[in-house]
């Protein structure tokens, strides 16, 4: 898997903004796979997303940055194992997570969801 040899140490050396825009780079490719014949490709794409995020959740010393980051998590989480693929479910935390700081905020108005 993409990502399994990224170790704490390494993540924790990109601003927190860069870790965001990496974690949303990810989300905009698993955006091409938001059709239901390529669910595997859309699952692999999550997991890639969830690893990024929980390296960043365990390089962090804050404890409100932590705490929205394991929502973002959650809403994640629960696009992949759900049964099909939910394209606004999908933009709308790929929104969110740009909100997260003003750097990636930035990025929202580039941000195109089309299949």
Same mark, same amino acid.
């Given at each position: 898997?993409? +990502?399994?040899?990224?170790?704490?140490?390494?993540?924790?050396? #990109?601003?927190? &903004?860069?870790?965001?825009?990496?974690? &949303?780079?990810?989300?905009? *490719?698993?955006?091409?796979?938001?059709?239901?014949? *390529?669910?595997?490709?859309?699952?692999?794409?999550?997991?890639? =997303?969830?690893?990024? =995020?929980?390296?960043?959740?365990?390089?962090? @010393?804050?404890?409100? $940055? $932590? $705490?929205?980051?394991?929502?973002?998590? @959650? =809403?994640? %989480?629960?696009?992949?194992?759900?049964?099909? %693929?939910?394209?606004? &479910? +999908? %933009?709308? %935390?790929? $929104?969110?997570?740009?909100? #997260?700081?003003?750097?990636?905020?930035?990025?929202?108005?580039? =941000?195109?969801?089309?299949?």
């Amino acid at each position: 898997m993409q +990502h399994s040899a990224l170790t704490a140490e390494r993540w924790a050396r #990109f601003t927190f &903004a860069q870790q965001i825009l990496s974690i &949303a780079a990810e989300m905009l *490719r698993a955006n091409s796979a938001l059709i239901p014949e *390529r669910r595997a490709a859309l699952c692999n794409g999550y997991e890639r =997303v969830l690893r990024l =995020v929980d390296l960043s959740i365990e390089c962090t @010393d804050r404890r409100g $940055r $932590r $705490r929205e980051l394991l929502l973002w998590r @959650d =809403v994640v %989480a629960q696009l992949y194992i759900a049964s099909a %693929a939910n394209p606004e &479910a +999908h %933009a709308a %935390a790929l $929104r969110a997570l740009l909100y #997260f700081t003003p750097e990636s905020a930035k990025q929202i108005p580039f =941000v195109t969801l089309s299949r």
